[in-house]
């Protein structure tokens, strides 16, 4: 606050005798004050000495030594207040100078706050930037593993087609390279095409009768699956063949009475006890007694069909038990094993007398 107080004395010199005229005691009592602040109390020890014919030193020497033990912060407020009382300028130019000291820290603070936006700003599009190149370095990564897959497979195709023309060349060379001399005589380049021509034919009608007879394997081999299950002498117990499609990774359960007059659905077997005793098993060190009382009032349980893992599309899995039984059926198709399509289930419940 001294500072800006005499920057003010200081500035406004010039303009002695107009706005600020302080008279002579002022000036002394103001330069007291300035070095009350500044030096603290007077001490003739350390202050140098005074000539004898100095009237302004003698003066503010006196001054100074007046204001006694004045603490500096009182000091500087009696300063402040004597150059009011000398100058009406001095509060506006406080005033204007607080302002003007507002303006420049609001200006530093909206200066700090744009650099922060910037900074900001500049690292998202950084973090844009990467994630972008990292998303291009993945899609082109995905790319060219998906290329090389489809060149792999081409090559296999084509390594695939190669030997089995070979194979067929081998057994065709003489029946074709008669027949393309008969067409050809003495003209080598031309029984040479026509023999492509020739073992082109000859490979796609060789792969078109393997699909056919693979086709008519598969029907076969589902036909012989709906024969197994129907049996001459059995009455299906609920309805007709039934199909469940597993999504991939699924594995779904469906239930079924197992009598044609089974209790109503609060008796039914319980599948998840069923599924408890099928991961669990029997319990050991447990009399037949003590095994009765237990399961007098819980449903039987009869594992028909072991649950692990078999190659289902080669063969039909059946399973049988004692007839009559009360409670359901627990039919479950695991496709865990299938990442990348579903399965089509054919099953049916029968009942033979």
Known sequence: ??????????????????AFHPTYEEKLKLVALHKQVLLGPYNPDTCPEVGFFDVLGNDRRKEWAALGNMSKQKAMTEFVKLLNRCCHLFSTYVTSHKIEKEEQEKKRREEEERRRREEEERERLQKEEEKRRR??????????EERRRIEEERLRME????QIMAALNSQTAIQFQQYAAQQYPGNYEQQQILIRQLQEQHYQQ?????????????????Q???????????TPLTTASKVNAPAPGDTPSINGQASAHADSPEKELDPEALEE????????NTSSEEKAKKNANKPQLDEIVPVYR????????????????????????DNSYSLWRSKTVYYRVYYTR
Do not use: W
């Open 224 to 234: 012989k699956q709906q024969e197994v299950v129907v049996a001459a002498t059995g």
């Open 277 to 284: 005793a099928l991961e669990n098993g029997p319990k050991e």
């Open 310 to 333: 078999r190659d289902c599309h080669e063969e039909v899995y059946a399973g049988s038990h004692q007839y009559p039984g009360r409670g359901v059926y627990l039919l479950k198709f």
């Open 159 to 162: 390594q695939q087609k190669q």
């Open 1 to 18: 606050m001294i500072s800006k107080c005499v920057l003010f004395i200081e500035a406004n010199g010039e303009k002695d005798g107009k």
């Open 206 to 222: 060789y792969m078109q009768q393997l699909y056919q007879v693979q086709l008519a394997q598969q029907q076969a081999a589902l």
């Open 135 to 144: 998303e291009e370095e993945e899609r082109l990564r995905r790319e060219e």
